[in-house]
């Protein structure tokens, strides 16, 4: 591509261009998952200047004051290569000021963020597959209330060190979550929500790795299925193997400045996903 560019900002009105986008690099993506993601976060645009074609897209989502988070980066395949998505990543670290940002990396991707100043810190792996094991729910697991909500959110600020009170509280209402208590306190919770061609598991916060199996079974539904495990959790990797959801692609979780500090003694098993982490 020899045409210059622009980098506006965008919103859900551009739904059709974005989605456009989404079916060109073969994402999953439905137009209900793209929706909530635009009108959650913060979107831009690439446009070729000349044709006002849109080119690119990259949507960002505040986490709190201190913290930011990046995803649905997007390229078209026609236009890969030309610095689309170093200039969009640009217009996105400057809005975000100061904020401490995070992603998630392809390992084709890493080299580009690297120069913009983001670091790994950690491994995420993607399961998927078709699952077809009934639910298994264990007697201290229990279905979550909206009464529930302000607890799953506080938990997950503790564990994550930021807040994504506003993607929990989407997930909470278009999803189903089951809930672990100890001592009359949540000390772990799973969010099954429809997603792409299936369904998807995650955040999934637990204690520890047989919880988190535990939680795993009570949640997941039948049919597609996709979790992104972090790689340290390896007996919920070898578990999710037996279950018929194999391992794909690793990408790099990353971080531009200070990293969040975690607190407490559950930790994440399962991301939300790609964008919300």
């Not at 302000?150 to 509280?169: C, H, K, W």
Request: charge should be negative; aromatic fraction near 6%.
């Amino acid at each position: 591509m020899n045409s210059p560019i622009d980098i506006e900002t965008a919103d859900v009105s551009y739904l059709p261009d974005f989605m456009a986008l989404v079916a060109e690099v073969g994402w999953p993506h439905k137009l209900e998952d793209i929706s909530s993601l635009l009108l959650l976060g913060r979107p831009w645009r690439a446009l070729n200047r000349e044709s006002r074609e849109t080119i690119g897209m990259a949507v960002w989502w505040p986490m709190g004051h201190a913290f930011g988070r990046v995803g649905l980066v997007i390229v078209s395949p026609k236009c890969q290569g030309c610095g689309v998505g170093r200039a969009m990543m640009h217009k996105v670290i400057e809005d975000t000021g100061t904020r401490t940002l995070m992603l998630l990396s392809t390992e084709e991707g890493k080299p580009l963020y690297e120069k913009l100043g983001f670091e790994s810190v950690g491994l995420t792996q993607r399961h998927q597959g078709h699952y077809t094991h009934s639910s298994a729910i264990e007697s201290e697991i229990h279905s979550a209330h909206p009464r529930d909500l302000s607890e799953i959110v506080a938990l997950d600020a503790n564990v994550t060190g930021f807040d994504r009170s506003s993607m929990i509280t989407h997930m909470f209402n278009t999803g189903h979550t089951n809930l672990l208590r100890s001592h009359d306190q949540i000390t772990g919770y799973a969010i099954a929500r429809p997603f792409g061609l299936g369904s998807v598991l995650g955040p999934l916060i637990a204690r520890n790795e047989d919880d988190a199996e535990a939680l795993f079974t009570a949640t997941s539904g039948l049919g597609m299925l996709r979790i992104d495990r972090l790689i340290e959790a390896e007996n919920l990797g070898r578990f999710l193997e037996a279950k018929n959801l194999p391992g794909h692609e690793i990408t790099h979780s990353m971080v531009r400045g200070s990293p969040p500090t975690a607190r407490g003694n559950s930790r994440i098993f399962t991301m939300a996903g790609h964008a919300w982490g």
